[in-house]
């Protein structure tokens, strides 16, 4: 019997490197000179805090670490952005939070859809963080991969250990 394995992952290291490269953009950008900006990851946390000294720069900001992680091929939908707040000094701070790993929510939705294919054979069960998908076809679990990608879930999704 033919199965794979539905994960959502981020890769850790490529979300440092584009930290660093937004690091180093705004340290050299004329438009950051003298405001402060700051970008900071907490790897136990999984979040991001942006800082600058207004709103506009904040998001200025924000545009600058979303274009390195689409250009360090880091899903969009793996990253949830708080709202802008003020901190102390007049200064502005906003929180990034990252999001791995299928909540129960969201594999059940995955559940839902894979049933709604109405496909012969295909079963799909829930196992931790991830959701187990296998057929006795492997053509089947291809449609179900292929399904999946163009359904409109939030989260960016893997598809590993295909196995016949």
């Keep these: ?11 850790m290291q490529e979300v440092r490197n584009a930290v660093d490269q937004a690091t180093r953009e705004i340290v050299n950008r004329y438009d950051f000179k003298g405001t402060d900006s700051v970008i900071e990851l907490d790897d136990s946390a999984m979040t991001i805090k942006l800082e600058s000294a207004s709103h506009d720069r904040m998001f200025a900001l924000r545009q600058v670490i979303e274009e ?4 360090r091929k880091i899903s969009l939908k ?3 952005f708080g709202d802008s707040e003020d901190a102390a000094g007049g200064r502005a701070r906003m929180m990034i939070s990252l999001k791995a790993g299928i909540s129960s929510e969201m594999a059940k939705k995955i559940n839902v ?3 709604d294919l109405k496909m012969k054979g295909v079963q799909s069960s829930t196992q ?6 296998s ?7 291809q449609d179900v991969i292929a399904s999946l990608k163009e359904a409109d879930l939030d989260l960016p999704l893997q598809f590993q250990n295909f196995r016949d």
């Design 135 to 141: 057929a006795k076809k492997r053509d089947s679990l």
């Design 78 to 80: 793996a990253i949830e």
């Design 68 to 71: 390195k992680m689409v250009r």
């Design 128 to 133: 931790g963080e991830q959701v187990r998908v």
């Design 113 to 115: 859809h894979i049933k």
């Design 1 to 11: 019997m033919a199965s794979f394995d539905v994960v959502s992952e981020i890769d």
